[in-house]
């Protein structure tokens, strides 16, 4: 189990989304057309870049200034952080940390907190399990019922199979003849879910028992890291003549890549109580364990695999669409150890296991955005909209005049979230800043982040 919690801390240090620019967060995280943007459309490695603009700066990481600043989540011996969780009323709150250090580049001002279930009474969290002769209830300290479908991170990378997480770091290499190769390093689809199965989930709405029926909590869990190396070609095709209007420009691209992964996690566990034939809990009876927990780590497995990805850029004279598709064919293999429980009391069993899939999962991602001149500036619009094990969704714009630049947007990613930014671009130098939303994770509710970038201008 030792290792099972190393890969699941590797996953929780390094498994943050590819970092979004403060100008994309500014306009609530829309990706816009532009090399940038290569990885989930090949084509765009063809495409001119600053068509649209690029982000000037580099992110400053003002998520480290809410851990070190910010007692509740300071895990830092001697500054009132883990050092004094064993003291009464610590201030420490791990739920605080945890939000805080998935968004290193942010200042997150009202992060998560478990104070949403603190008693006043007794100054700690509290959640209470009713389990009665025939009902169960599962609320906070007023009797507030507590809904049990909690997620951190993003649950089921293993169903995306051959597709690996964003890089942590991506290197691209442009080559002769319109090739590309770019190296990667990721780390992350690191998720940890909590729901009733479906007889809990009945018995929770009606607050009724069944007999010989099992009420089971589900725990999942998922998380990958390796390295990758991806191949590519991309180039402007010849012009799409169109009737009494001007040619179509088309791109094209096409990239394969191959990875080895270094630690893999894929675990689905359940731990409930069954009811006898009168439809009661013995509190005699033990806990049911059932499910597998799946992981590989160096030096009792690995993993590997590869993919193709497709994409196709269309730009008319006022507006670009972008279409990529990425694992349009793949395959993956990763070989580990295997946990498997199966009702009875007592210890997993564990044996060599092997997780594979070949086959079409693709994720989808289409882009699209157009600049408008304005008497005094320019206002540029632009939309994206993808699926990749959920549907996702952004809108946003920006009005730059002079060395000025407003942004704002507006998006469905895992909850609604907007964005509001500035820029100013100087002699040498540029500024950018943004105030962003995300969903606070367990709780659920909207928390806001402050980011800022600098850069100089040659």
Known sequence: MGRIAGTVVLALMCGFSLAQSVRSLGMAGLVLPGPEAAYLNPAYAAYPAGQYGSERGLRLPLGLLGLVLRPESNPLPGLSGLANLTKENSPFDFLTFYNQLTYPNEFLINPASSKAFLNPNTGYPEIQIVVEANGIQITDYRGNPIPLDLELGEVGVAATKALTPAPLLRVPFSLADNLFLDLGIFAGGFGLGLSPNDSLRQALRSGQLSPNSEYAAVLSTSAQSGISLGFGYAA?????????????????????????????????????????????????????????????????????????????????????????????????????????????????????????????VPAIFLNAATQVPLEAGTLLLGGDLGYQSRLYGRIGGEYSFGPARLRAGLGFDNGLRFGLGAGFVGAGFSLDTALTTHRAPIVGDTVFGLALSFGWNF
């Open 236 to 360: 402007r095709l010849p012009d799409l003549p169109i009737p009494n209007l001007a040619p179509l420009k088309l791109y094209l691209g096409s990239r394969g890549e191959a990875f080895y992964g270094l630690t893999y996690l894929e675990g689905n566990l359940s731990i409930g109580l069954q009811t006898d034939s009168q439809g009661r809990f013995d509190p005699n009876r033990p806990p049911v364990y059932r499910g597998t927990v799946f992981y590989s780590v160096p030096g009792s497995g690995n993993g590997f695999g590869v993919r193709a990805d497709l994409g196709v850029v269309i730009e008319t004279q006022s507006a670009t669409l972008g279409l990529g598709i990425r694992n349009l064919l793949g395959f993956v293999r990763w070989s580990g150890t295997e946990l498997r429980w199966n009702g009875n009391p007592g210890d997993p069993v564990s044996s060599q296991a092997e997780r594979s899939s070949f086959g079409f």
